[in-house]
C-alpha cells in the first residue's frame, strides 16, 4: 500500500483567459481556456495519511490554514469514497512576489499526489477534472506545453487536454511588481467581473479569439499568438472595470510596463503582455527576441526584477 505519495507540477500561464464561472461550485467556466506551461515555476507535494484530527497543510515548512485543501479533499471523499485524514506537504518554488497563479500548480500537484495515494488509475482527464475542482487553472497544469480547457457544461464535459505539446519558442519575460494594495482573489475577482454590462460580449470574443490563437499556435505564430493574448488580456482586466463594485489589479508600473511593451513592438520587437489577477506583467516574445528585450526592460525598470520562463513539462511523480 502507498503511504507517501509526491508530485511535482508547473505553474501555467493562459494566453486565452479562464474569468467567469457558469457553476461556481464546481469551477465550470464561462470560457473555454488555452494557455502554456512554464518551466521554472512549480509546486512540489506529498501526501500521507495521517490520524490527526483533520486534513493538516505544510506550506513551505510552515502550518498553514488547511480550509481549502481539506475542501478539495472533500471533493475527493465525495467522488473515489472515504479516506482517512491526509497530511500535505507543499513546496512552492514560485517567487512570492511574482504573484503567478501558485493555486494552478499547487492544486495539479495535489490532484497527482492525492490519486498516486488513493491508488486510482492516473487517467489525466480525469486527474484534469479533479485538480478543476480545487482551482480551475489547476486543470491545465497537468500537462506540459499548451494545454485547452474544454468549459463543457457539467463536471463531466469540463476538463483540459494537451493541445500542442511541443515548445514553439515562445518566451515569457515575468515582470515581477509588488503591490501594497489588498489582493483580490481570482475567485472573488471574476465573481464581481461577471456583473460588468460589458462581460457576455468579452465570452464572445473569446470563443472567436481561441480558434484564432490554435491556430497561431499550430503555425508558431509567435506575433500573432501574443497579439491575441494581449488583446484578451486587457478585455479581461477592462471587465473588472466595468463591473458594480470596480476595481483594477494594475498599479502605476503595471501600465508603464505595457506602455513600453507597446513602444519595443512598434520599433519593431516581438513584445505583447498579458496579466492576471495582480499587478505583474508577463512579456510575450520568442527566444531571438528574449536577450534584447529583457536588457531594455532592465535598463528602463531597474527597480522592477524580471525573469524569463520558457514552456515547461507536466505533472511528475517524485
Ligand atoms: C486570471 O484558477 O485561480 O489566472 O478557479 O477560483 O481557483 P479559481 O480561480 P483561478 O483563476 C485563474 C484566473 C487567471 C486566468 C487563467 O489562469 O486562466
Not at 508547473?10 to 494566453?15: E, G, K, S, W
Not at 467581473?193 to 464572445?204: D, F, G, K, L, M
Not at 470563443?207 to 509567435?222: V, W
Not at 471587465?239 to 519595443?264: G, H, K, L, M
Amino acid at each position: 500500500m502507498t503511504t507517501i505519495a509526491t508530485a511535482k507540477a508547473h505553474t501555467n500561464i493562459a494566453l486565452i483567459k479562464y474569468w467567469g464561472k457558469k457553476v461556481p461550485a464546481l469551477n465550470i467556466p464561462t470560457t473555454s481556456s488555452l494557455s502554456m506551461t512554464l518551466d521554472k515555476f512549480y509546486t512540489t507535494t506529498s501526501a500521507e495519511f495521517s490520524d490527526e484530527a483533520s486534513d493538516t497543510l505544510i506550506l513551505n515548512a510552515t502550518n498553514t490554514d488547511s480550509t481549502r485543501v481539506s475542501k478539495f479533499l472533500d471533493s475527493l471523499r465525495d467522488y473515489y469514497g472515504d479516506f482517512p485524514k491526509v497530511r500535505v506537504r507543499s513546496e512552492n518554488h514560485v517567487p512570492t512576489a511574482a504573484g503567478l497563479a501558485s493555486s494552478a500548480s499547487s492544486f495539479s500537484a495535489l490532484t497527482g499526489a492525492m490519486f498516486q495515494l488513493l491508488e486510482l488509475p492516473k487517467d489525466e482527464r480525469e486527474m484534469s477534472r479533479a485538480a478543476r475542482r480545487g482551482s480551475g487553472s489547476a486543470s491545465r497544469s497537468i500537462f506540459g506545453n499548451f494545454a485547452l480547457w474544454n468549459m463543457g457544461n457539467d463536471d463531466k464535459s469540463s476538463y483540459a487536454e494537451s493541445f500542442y505539446d511541443e515548445d514553439i519558442n515562445l518566451s515569457m519575460i515575468v515582470a515581477e511588481i509588488s503591490s501594497s494594495q489588498k489582493k483580490m482573489s481570482s475567485t472573488l475577482g471574476m465573481q464581481l467581473a461577471q456583473t460588468a454590462p460589458t462581460y457576455s460580449a468579452w465570452v464572445e470574443k473569446s470563443a472567436q479569439q481561441l480558434e484564432e490563437m490554435k491556430q497561431a499556435i499550430i503555425t508558431h505564430d509567435i506575433e500573432k499568438i501574443g497579439l491575441i493574448a494581449q488583446d484578451n488580456a486587457l478585455g479581461m482586466h477592462e471587465q473588472n472595470r466595468q463591473c458594480t463594485q470596480p476595481f483594477d489589479y494594475f498599479t502605476e508600473q503595471t501600465r508603464a510596463v505595457i506602455d513600453f511593451t507597446e513602444r519595443c513592438y512598434r520599433s519593431g520587437l516581438l513584445a505583447f503582455v498579458t496579466i492576471d489577477a495582480g499587478p505583474n506583467v508577463k512579456i510575450i516574445t520568442d527566444k531571438t527576441t528574449e536577450k534584447e528585450l529583457l536588457a531594455k526592460f532592465r535598463r528602463e525598470f531597474p527597480e522592477i526584477s524580471f525573469e524569463v520562463a520558457h514552456a515547461g513539462g507536466g505533472l511528475k511523480y517524485v
